[in-house]
T-cell receptor, first 114, second 109 residues
Framework: EADIYQTPRYLVIGTGKKITLECSQTMGHDKMYWYQQDPGMELHLIHYSYGVNSTEKGDLSSESTVSRIRTEHFPLTLESARPSHTSQYLC?????????????FGEGSRLTVL | GQNIDQPTEMTATEGAIVQINCTYQTSGFNGLFWYQQHAGEAPTFLSYNVLDGLEEKGRFSSFLSRSKGYSYLLLKELQMKDSASYLCAVLDSNYQLIWGAGTKLIIKP
């Protein structure tokens, strides 16, 4: 069973607010990812990390930032939320070599920006 | 551009067999994944194919043809709990995952 946790599960906030979505995994995985998923649509990679102090942007520019100070923790921050940021955010981790390992996903954080 | 195509929605009957197809056009290929995602939940891993052929895992099997850019997920002895979205994803030459939009499978009694 995967041990990857996201908080909050649901969040409703006003435009312009700063928010941080938390993601923690207890599996010791080096690789961690943030995806954005709208209903019925494909997952879009926002950020990823291959280890401590390593972060990269994905194919979707979401005006967010991430940090990887500890192996188990990979928070995502939106400095100024907008209605276009309303979506589901999924965190995942993997221990695969060259990304061929399976991804373990958290339960997701559903964000609504008013 | 890179593209993954799968049917938007399929309907099948409990106890039957269903095949969900996935075609892809990507810059390079380092494997293909299938994930299951129940409504409101996170995706969970089903299978990984990197060589041509059929991989069987219980009621689920996954097939790959690299020359045709084609895969399918075969579900046998369908159960109501198999109602979910099935996501196809391909690892490209940069080891980036390219995701399809998913196929919503509806199982009817």
């Amino acid at each position: 069973e995967a041990d990857i946790y996201q908080t909050p599960r649901y969040l409703v906030i006003g435009t312009g607010k700063k928010i941080t979505l938390e993601c923690s995994q207890t599996m010791g995985h080096d690789k961690m990812y943030w995806y954005q998923q709208d209903p019925g649509m494909e997952l879009h990679l926002i950020h990823y990390s291959y280890g401590v102090n390593s972060t990269e942007k994905g194919d979707l520019s979401s005006e967010s930032t991430v940090s990887r100070i500890r192996t188990e923790h990979f928070p995502l921050t939106l400095e100024s939320a907008r209605p276009s940021h309303t979506s589901q955010y999924l965190c995942a981790s993997s221990d695969g070599v060259g990304d061929t390992g399976e991804l373990f996903f958290g339960e997701g954080s559903r964000l609504t920006v008013l | 551009g890179q593209n993954i195509d799968q049917p938007t929605e399929m309907t099948a009957t409990e106890g039957a067999i269903v095949q969900i197809n996935c075609t892809y056009q990507t810059s390079g290929f380092n494997g293909l994944f299938w994930y299951q995602q129940h409504a409101g939940e996170a995706p969970t891993f089903l299978s990984y194919n990197v060589l041509d052929g059929l991989e069987e895992k219980g009621r689920f099997s996954s097939f790959l043809s690299r020359s045709k850019g084609y895969s399918y997920l075969l579900l046998k002895e369908l159960q109501m709990k198999d109602s979910a979205s099935y996501l196809c994803a391909v690892l490209d030459s940069n080891y980036q995952l390219i995701w399809g939009a998913g196929t919503k499978l509806i199982i009817k009694p």
